[in-house]
C-alpha cells in the first residue's frame, strides 16, 4: 500500500501544482492589470507594483491552497480513474474510505507546508507588504479604515485613560499627524498633544513638532475667576516622548487581515485589546480560523474524492473540474457567510470556524458512501419497490 499511497500523492500533487500556479498566475495578473492606473501617481513607478505583488505572493498562495488542492485532487483522481487505475486498486481490496484515508496520509507534506506558510512565510510578507504600501502610496490598500484615522486606547501612568489618533501610518515604524488625548481617572480632559509626526518604538513613542495643552481644573465654577488663572496652558516642542503600550506590530495589526497574522502577533493583539476593554470577536475568530486551515485542506480533498472515483468511458474530466470549482466558490461563500452571521449574532467563535468545514464534510463522507454502497442500496430499493433489481455496476473496459 505505501507504493498505491506515492502513487497517488504524485498524481495529486502534479496536478495541484499546475492548477496553483495557474491560479496564482491568474489572480496576479488581474492584480496588475486593476493597479495598472496608479503607476505614475507622485513617486509610484511599474517596478514598485511589481514588488507590490511579489510580496503579496505568499498571501495569495495561502488563499488559492484550498481550492487549488481541490481541482488538482479531482483532475489527479479523474485521470486515474480513466486509466482504471482506481478499479485496480477497488479489486485488490480497497474500500473507498480507504482510499480516502491514503489520500489524506499523502497530503500529510501539504498540511506541514500549508503550517509553515501560514504561521511564518504569509505574516512576514504580509507585514513587508504593508509596510511597503505605506512608504510608496501611503496607504495599506484597507477600505474600512475611518476618514480620521487610527483610533487606539490604552491606560496611561497615572491611571486615567489615554486615546491615541493616528492619522496616517508611514513605514519604518512612523506616523504622521498623532494626537494623544490624556484623561484623569475621573475622565477629565487633562493633557491634549497634537504631532506632525510620531516614532513608535518598544513601550515608547517619541512625538514631533508637537503643540502640548494642559488643561488646569478651575474649582468650584461658582467662584470668580482670578485674572493671573490658565485654565489652558499651551507651549510647543521640538521632541517629546511618552510611554505608550502600543508596539509597530500593533499599529499594523489594524491594516493586516487578522487570518494573515502570525499567532504570536494575534495573540498580542487580542491581549492588547482585551486589556482596554475593546471588542476582539473578530481576531478570536481568526484564531480558530487558523487552527482549522489545515483541517480544510483535508476537507478539500474528501471534496475532490467522489468526483474523482467517479468512473468515465470518455471525456468528462471538464465536467468534473467544472463541479469542483463551483464546488470550491461554494465553499467559501459558505466560509464567509458563516463569519458575517456569527459576527452579527455573537455566534462562538469555535461555531463560526468549524460548522463550515464539518458541513461540507458531512456531505462529501455521505456522497461517498453512497457510491460505495450504491448497489447494495439499489438492491434494497428494488426489494422495498417489489421491482427487478437492477444488475450490478461494472466498471469500464
Known amino acids: 500500500m505505501k507504493t498505491a499511497r506515492r502513487y497517488l500523492a504524485r498524481e ?5 501544482a499546475v492548477v496553483v500556479l495557474a491560479l496564482i498566475g491568474l489572480f496576479t495578473f488581474f492584480s496588475v492589470v486593476d493597479q495598472l492606473d496608479q503607476v505614475g501617481r507622485g513617486s509610484f ?22 481550492i487549488g488542492l481541490l481541482i488538482g485532487a479531482i483532475l489527479g483522481l479523474a485521470g486515474l480513474a480513466q486509466r482504471h487505475e482506481l478499479v485496480i486498486l477497488r479489486v485488490s481490496g480497497v474500500s473507498g474510505m480507504k482510499l480516502l484515508r491514503m489520500l489524506w496520509l499523502s497530503s500529510i507534506p501539504v498540511l506541514v507546508g500549508a503550517l509553515l506558510l501560514a504561521e511564518f512565510l504569509t ?3 504580509e507585514l513587508k507588504l504593508s509596510e511597503a504600501k505605506l512608504a510608496l502610496r501611503g496607504d495599506a490598500g484597507r477600505s474600512n479604515i475611518l476618514r480620521s484615522g487610527y483610533w487606539f486606547r490604552e491606560t496611561n501612568s497615572a491611571g486615567g485613560l489615554r486615546v491615541i489618533n493616528v492619522g496616517a501610518l508611514r513605514g519604518s515604524h512612523n506616523a504622521a499627524v498623532v494626537t494623544v488625548y490624556d484623561f484623569d481617572q475621573a475622565q477629565e480632559l487633562k493633557t491634549l498633544m497634537a504631532a506632525q509626526t510620531a516614532t513608535f518604538e518598544a513601550g515608547k513613542m517619541q512625538l514631533q ?12 465654577p461658582n467662584d470668580p475667576i482670578s485674572p493671573d488663572t490658565k485654565p489652558v496652558e499651551v507651549h510647543s516642542e521640538a521632541t517629546h516622548e511618552i510611554s505608550t503600550t502600543l508596539t509597530p506590530e500593533l499599529l499594523l ?4 487581515t487578522p487570518e494573515r497574522m502570525s499567532f504570536l502577533n494575534l495573540f498580542e493583539y487580542i491581549q492588547y485589546l482585551s486589556d482596554n476593554h475593546l471588542t476582539a470577536d473578530r481576531q478570536i475568530v481568526a484564531v480558530w480560523r487558523k487552527l482549522i486551515y489545515p483541517f480544510t485542506l483535508l476537507v478539500m480533498i474528501a471534496i475532490a474524492a467522489p468526483l474523482g472515483f467517479v468512473q468515465t468511458r470518455k471525456g468528462g474530466v471538464g465536467t468534473k473540474v467544472f463541479a469542483g470549482i463551483l464546488l470550491g466558490v ?25 460548522v463550515p468545514n464539518a458541513f461540507a464534510l458531512v456531505l462529501a463522507m455521505t456522497a461517498l458512501l453512497l457510491m460505495e454502497n450504491r448497489n ?3 438492491l434494497k430499493m428494488a426489494r422495498l419497490t417489489g421491482r427487478k433489481p437492477p444488475p450490478p455496476r461494472q466498471a469500464p473496459t
Do not use: C
Not at 495529486?12 to 495541484?16: C, G, W
Not at 513607478?45 to 484550498?66: I, S
Open 12 to 16: 495529486i500533487y502534479r496536478s495541484a
Open 45 to 66: 513607478k511599474l517596478y514598485h507594483l511589481f514588488y507590490l505583488e511579489f510580496l503579496a505572493l505568499p498571501t495569495r498562495l495561502y488563499d488559492l491552497l484550498p
Open 123 to 125: 505574516p512576514l510578507a
Open 209 to 220: 513638532q508637537v503643540m502640548i495643552n494642559t488643561i488646569h481644573p478651575l474649582g468650584n
Open 253 to 256: 495589526a489594524r491594516v493586516l
Open 330 to 354: 461554494g465553499f467559501f461563500l459558505l466560509n464567509q457567510l458563516s463569519l458575517n452571521i456569527g459576527m452579527l449574532n455573537k455566534w462562538p467563535a469555535w461555531v463560526t470556524a468549524i
Open 376 to 378: 447494495a442500496i439499489a
